[in-house]
């Protein structure tokens, strides 16, 4: 089955600069890697994904990039806000049905 | 996406009661949905896979018999801990899958079930 792992597991940046959270996967066969951004005592939410047809994504401040050669795509944050803060978790499949999760980093924002 | 309401957000149960957990996906009608659990710091760990007018599936390790899963309807599903026991305590969320219409998964809100 699918194997997902996440580094960092803890993330401190200064309000302003950028995040990045890197993931690696291990099934070939997945081609959908989302994004979720969990607050405290909330469920996930789904922030940004992207589709293995597809190199790079944007959404205003959020960016993942995918490397399927490598195996592995990454989260960037740009101008951090401390309403950034906040546990994120990526995912990877063939498709959202069955996702495998990493293990989550914890991003804090320092005003 | 979807929009999934989970109610209650938390609840308080004594040892041996039962508890039930519901999950409503309310603008996508959803034939599969999901049951998640969450340790304290740990990542999301499926438990079992709820499909509109048939059988739950679930995963390994997850007793069919203590995690009772009814989707009686494409807006609603939900999860009954029969039997509860303090090592029951934990988070508890549900997904809906918007499988052709996107093929997404959105979470409801989550329930914090404690077991005394």
């Known amino acids: 089955g699918e194997n997902v792992e996440q580094h960092p597991s803890t993330l401190s940046v200064q309000e302003g600069d950028s995040a990045v959270i890197k993931c690696t996967y291990s099934?070939?066969?997945?081609?959908?890697f989302p994004w979720y951004k969990q607050e405290l005592g909330k469920g996930p939410q789904l922030i940004i994904d992207i589709r293995s047809n597809v190199g790079e994504k944007k959404d205003q401040r959020i960016a993942v990039t995918l490397n399927k050669t490598a195996k592995h795509f990454s989260l960037h944050i740009t101008e951090t806000q401390p309403e950034d803060s906040a546990v994120y978790f990526c995912?990877?499949?063939?498709?959202?049905?069955?996702?495998?999760f990493g293990s989550g980093t914890q991003l804090t924002v320092l005003p | 996406g979807a929009v999934v309401s989970q109610h209650p957000s938390r609840v308080i149960c004594k040892s041996g009661t039962s508890v039930k957990i519901e999950c409503r996906s309310l603008?996508?009608?959803?034939?599969?949905m999901f049951w998640y659990r969450q340790f304290p710091k740990q990542s999301l760990m499926l438990m079992a896979t709820?499909?509109?007018?048939?059988?739950?599936?679930?995963e390994q390790g997850v007793e069919k018999d203590k995690f009772l899963i009814n989707h009686a309807s494409l807006t609603l599903s939900t999860l009954t801990v029969t039997s509860a026991h303090p090592e029951d305590s934990s988070f508890y969320i549900c997904s809906v899958f918007t499988g052709t219409a996107g093929e997404k998964l959105f979470f409801g809100s989550g329930t914090q079930l404690s077991v005394l």
């Open positions: 603008d996508f009608q959803a034939t599969t």
């Open positions: 099934d070939s066969a997945s081609n959908y």
């Open positions: 995912a990877a499949s063939p498709s959202a049905r069955q996702l495998t």
């Open positions: 709820s499909n509109e007018g048939s059988k739950a599936t679930y």
